[in-house]
Each structure stands twice: as C-alpha cells, then as structure tokens.
C-alpha cells in the first residue's frame, strides 16, 4: 500500500468530522504528520490501522525492604591486653602530666571513658588481625593517637560522645578506631 492510500485508509477510520472541526486547514495536515513521526508503524499501513501502540511500560521496581538494621559490633577480649588497674594508673598519670588542675569530676569522667575507647579499640584491633604483641609494643603511641593527638587532652563532652558512637554504631565506626586506621594507613603506626 502506498503511503496516500495509507493516509486515507487511517483517515477513513477516523471521523472526519471530528478531526475537521478540531484541526483544520494547515494543523490538521501537521498533527497527522506528526502522528506518523512518532508512530512509525502506521506508515506501513500492514491491516486494519489500530490505535498507536502504548509506550513500553517501565519496569516497574519492587518495593525495596525496610533496612534491617545491621547489628552493632562491638568485639570483647576475654582476656584485655593490659590488666584494668595498670591502664587505670598509667591513664590517671597520663590525665595528670596533661592537665594540671581542674575538677575530680571531670578527672575521673574522662578517665573512665578513655579507658572504656582502649578497650574497645584494642579488642577491634585484635579482632581485624593486627598481633596482640604488636599492638602492646606500640601502646604508648597508639594511647596518643587516640586520647591527645595534638597533645592535649580532648573535652569530656568528647571522650563520652566516642564511648556513646562506640556503643551505638559499632567500634569499627567510631572516630577513635578510624583514627587509628588512619595512623596505620599513613605509617605513623606500625602494628
């Protein structure tokens, strides 16, 4: 079939009428121009002319699950590297040669939560690998790089938001344990 007899074999499934009143002179000449270039198939005029085809439907998506909330990991040492009363001596003298004065409160509030981050981060440290004897060889500089990396002891307001991160995110998400991948990774911390 020619394309005139296309035409007017699609014009003739139309009403006429309809398309006469809606679109006439030049527009309705444009308007099946128009459908004929965004509807290729008709122009083959293959049978009897159906409306254009649908767009193909997008795929639709399932619904996505709710985010099951990953469980906070927190490893644990059976047996801590250094005995609680040696890292309590060795932070007390720590907090003293870093900080004269201030208030016994503060003292111990800040002490209480660097010794909870050590042994959070050191139970991670152990748990990713790094050997036991290493990371007790290298205690001195790791206890700087968490508590006083400038060299000066952070807020207590901070020391407890590292303890709140640890407990409620997982150790491995904490500022203090990134902090210490960071070291290793930059080779100021070999373990």
């Not at 008709?42 to 009897?48: D, K, Q, R, S």
């Not at 985010?67 to 040696?86: G, R, T, W, Y």
């Not at 201030?102 to 990713?128: K, T």
């Amino acid at each position: 079939m020619n394309f005139s007899n296309c035409i007017k074999k699609w014009l003739s499934s139309c009403s006429w009428k309809v398309l006469k009143e809606e679109h006439s002179g030049r527009r309705a000449h444009t308007t099946v121009i128009c459908v004929l270039h965004h509807y290729p198939e008709i122009a083959y005029c293959e049978g009897p002319l159906s409306p254009p085809p649908s767009p193909p439907e997008e795929p639709v998506n399932p619904p996505e699950a709710p985010l099951v909330p990953q469980p906070v990991v927190i490893p644990q040492l059976a047996q801590p590297l250094i005995l609680d009363e040696s890292r309590n001596r060795i932070l007390y003298e720590r907090y003293g040669a870093l900080n004269v004065g201030g208030d016994l409160r503060r003292m111990v509030s800040i002490i209480n939560a660097q010794f909870l981050v050590e042994r959070y981060v050191e139970a991670a440290l152990v748990d990713d690998g790094f050997p036991a004897n290493s990371i007790l060889a290298n205690y001195r500089l790791l206890r700087g790089i968490l508590h006083s990396p400038q060299g000066e002891l952070f807020t207590e307001q901070t020391y407890n938001s590292y303890v709140t991160q640890i407990r409620e995110r997982g150790t491995r998400q904490s500022v203090p344990y990134r902090r210490i991948l960071r070291a290793i990774h930059n080779s100021d911390l070999f373990l």
